[in-house]
């Protein structure tokens, strides 16, 4: 099983900040897929096949990496912005997501 | 607009079964993968068992292997998941999803499980 490790688990960001955060799969994985969730809600697909931003997601996002190391990256830090981030990876079943990054509003 | 609207989940008793429901509109559901995935309280997300559109294939996580049966009804729109043997640890709201290009495109709002003694 591919183990995706995020980090770090929580991340306290004033409105404008850069944001990163950084997952680590413990094999190669093809792609990573990145998921917002917000309190009470189901999640939603941000990021897919590493870097492309799913339909509505703002362009402040960005998403890279390959291999084992990727990162979501927010360039301007907003409010709309605070939730749980998750990657999830499809290369090798099973399916496996990441542990999650709370985003906070300082 | 795709809709996913989970039902079945409720309390029970370690051991028992419980079958839970996914009724799918707005899109042609028999064309597309379908999921299982769950969240236990304040947890992360896991992937519980996945069914291909013609339902020739199922694929479960280790865990739920010979307790849980992924089954789906593509002229009712209906995604099932019976779930028997439960266990305490099986506690979480469990959501379907579809599976296109872009991972898990669509999720339910859920439907919570969980055990009394």
């Known amino acids: 099983e591919i183990v995706l490790t995020q980090s770090p688990t929580t991340i306290v960001a004033s409105p404008g900040e850069k944001v990163t955060v950084t997952c680590r799969a413990s094999?190669?994985?093809?792609?990573i897929y990145w998921y917002q969730q917000k309190p009470g809600a189901s999640p939603k697909p941000w990021i897919y096949d590493t870097s492309n931003l799913a339909s509505g997601v703002p362009n402040r996002f960005s998403g890279s990496g390959s291999g084992t190391s990727y990162s979501l990256t927010i360039n301007t830090m907003e409010t709309e912005d605070a939730a749980i981030y998750y990657c999830q990876q499809w290369s090798s079943s099973p399916w496996t997501f990441g542990g999650g990054t709370k985003l906070e509003l300082k | 607009e795709v809709q996913l609207v989970e039902s079945g989940g409720g309390s029970v008793q370690p051991g028992r079964s419980l079958k839970l429901s996914c009724a799918a509109s707005g899109f042609t559901f028999g064309n597309y993968a379908m999921h299982w995935i769950r969240q236990a309280p304040t947890k992360g997300l896991e992937w519980v068992a996945s069914i291909s559109p013609s339902a020739g294939g199922t694929y479960y996580r280790d865990s739920v292997k010979g307790r849980f049966t992924v089954s789906r009804h593509n002229a009712e729109n209906t995604l099932y998941l019976q779930m028997d043997s439960l266990r305490s640890e099986d506690t979480a709201t469990y959501y379907c999803?579809?599976?296109?290009?872009?991972?898990?495109?669509?999720w339910g709002q859920g439907t919570l499980v969980t055990f009394s003694s």
């Open positions: 094999s190669s994985v093809s792609y």
């Open positions: 999803a579809t599976h296109d290009y872009i991972g898990f495109a669509f």
